[in-house]
């Protein structure tokens, strides 16, 4: 299997050196490997853009969609959690019973924290223990919180004894351990599946991106604030907006970021979509990330979560209009 893996990367990058451990770990050598230089820009070549448009070996290793499935399997097997029911009703009793030995510490519009109610509606976990937290009262830096999540940070989430505050973690978490009730959310297609995982770790840069420009004064000190670096941000995003844009453009029409079928990406990522046209970004200007946002926005496990002052008031921020 080995020999029809290729590894393009780069010396002492840690996420090179992930996935080369990872390989050495699955006994995995004989693989096809580049090494190539940061200095001289070899990174931006076009033998890298063809296989990753973000030009950026130290956070993209890659190998063919069917062999990453398979190396996926080989070091994640998923715990599955069965239950056996004489019909639907049985199955809704034990998923309720299952939900009330969860504990949610929340903020409402957090993308985080949205992330992980939006699988909770997935795998038909309502009727979890929860608590709404507010950020401008600073309740996330609460005991209550710090107990449960030491960096004072929300979603904090508690199943019994276990503690997954992370929310990306956590929604893998709720699928592996609930992957025959409610929607299956990791695909079997391997190619599907092994999209649905690029993706979701992109839209982790894609939150940032997000955040670095509509919550610039609440991160930066006034004193510190220049207009030459919100700009910097504006362009960084507008470049992932743009990747996205061609992400969904090449899946085609009415697709989830995935293929045809949603998954955990979908979990994770819409969210910080959902974000931007709540900041005012235009549909018009990105037609595709609009026709995502409309397709998902009536999902019941995303209307269920929506953020409650969303729906207070609906109109949002225009910090993005010009985006």
């Not at 499935?69 to 715990?79: D, G, R, V």
């Not at 034990?94 to 939900?99: P, Y």
């Not at 979509?273 to 900041?279: C, E, S």
């Not at 235009?282 to 979560?305: I, M, T």
């Amino acid at each position: 299997m080995a020999k029809s893996m290729s590894l393009l990367w780069g010396a002492g990058s840690p996420p090179c050196w992930r996935v080369m451990i990872t390989l050495e770990e699955k006994k995995l050598q004989g693989y096809k490997h580049k090494l190539l230089s940061f200095e001289k820009g070899e990174h931006k070549s076009q033998d890298v853009l063809e296989i990753n448009p973000r030009g950026q070996v130290a956070v993209h290793a890659f190998i063919t969609a069917r062999d990453l499935h398979e190396l996926w399997k080989s070091i994640n097997p998923i715990t599955t959690c069965r239950f056996s029911s004489s019909g639907g009703g049985g199955e809704a009793v034990i998923s309720k019973i299952m939900a009330q030995d969860m504990t949610l510490l929340w903020g409402s519009g957090s993308p985080p924290c949205w992330r992980v109610m939006i699988a909770l509606e997935e795998k038909n976990l309502q009727g979890y223990n929860q608590k709404l937290l507010s950020f401008e009262k600073m309740e996330h830096k609460s005991q209550e919180v710090i107990d449960i999540n030491p960096r004072g940070q929300l979603p904090s989430f508690k199943h019994g004894d276990v503690i997954v505050n992370e929310s990306y973690a956590a929604c893998f978490y709720l699928e592996s351990q609930f992957k025959s009730q409610g929607n299956k959310l990791i695909p079997d297609s391997p190619a599907e599946q092994a999209l649905m995982y690029q993706r979701m770790f992109e839209g982790l840069t894609f939150y940032e991106k997000l955040n670095a420009v509509i919550y610039y004064n609440w991160f930066v000190p006034e004193g510190e604030r220049h207009d030459s670096a919100l700009n910097r941000n504006r362009e960084a995003l507008v470049t992932e907006l743009n990747l996205w844009e061609g992400y969904l453009q090449k899946l085609g029409s009415g697709s989830h970021l995935a293929g045809p079928s949603f998954s955990l990406v979908d979990v994770t990522v819409f969210p910080t979509v959902a974000t931007l046209f709540r900041f005012g970004l235009s549909a018009e200007k990105y037609p595709k990330l609009g026709e995502y946002y409309a397709l998902l926005k009536e999902r019941p496990s995303v209307k269920a979560s929506w953020p409650p002052h969303w729906l207070e008031n609906p109109k949002g921020q225009d910090t993005l209009k010009d985006m």
